[in-house]
């Protein structure tokens, strides 16, 4: 089974590689700017394969930039509070 297959494994994953780049130094700022590398790479490229993650592809295919950068944020700050 894949991650991307399972919600709450996926915001698992998303919580682990997020302390692991805070663990290895990174900030904030360049957190928030892969979150929306993988956002966008994962509605372009990526079926989604949940109900969760078919929302949030649609929601990021009708945002523009700024919105794309808010969902990617709001992404972040969810797996955070999981930690």
């Given at each position: 089974?894949?991650?991307?297959d399972n919600?709450?494994?996926?915001?698992?994953?998303?919580?682990?590689?997020l302390?692991?780049?805070e663990?290895?130094?990174?900030k904030?700022?360049?957190?928030?700017?892969?979150?929306?590398q993988?956002?966008?790479?994962?509605?372009?490229?990526v079926?989604?394969?949940?109900?969760?993650?078919r929302?949030l592809?649609?929601?990021?295919?009708v945002?523009d930039?700024?919105?794309q950068?808010?969902?990617?944020?709001?992404?972040?700050k969810?797996?955070?509070?999981?930690?």
């Amino acid at each position: 089974m894949s991650v991307l297959d399972n919600w709450d494994q996926w915001k698992s994953f998303l919580g682990d590689s997020l302390k692991n780049a805070e663990d290895d130094g990174m900030k904030n700022e360049a957190v928030s700017d892969v979150a929306f590398q993988v956002g966008d790479y994962l509605a372009n490229n990526v079926d989604p394969k949940n109900e969760q993650e078919r929302v949030l592809s649609d929601l990021w295919h009708v945002a523009d930039d700024k919105e794309q950068h808010a969902i990617a944020n709001v992404m972040v700050k969810l797996v955070q509070e999981r930690q």
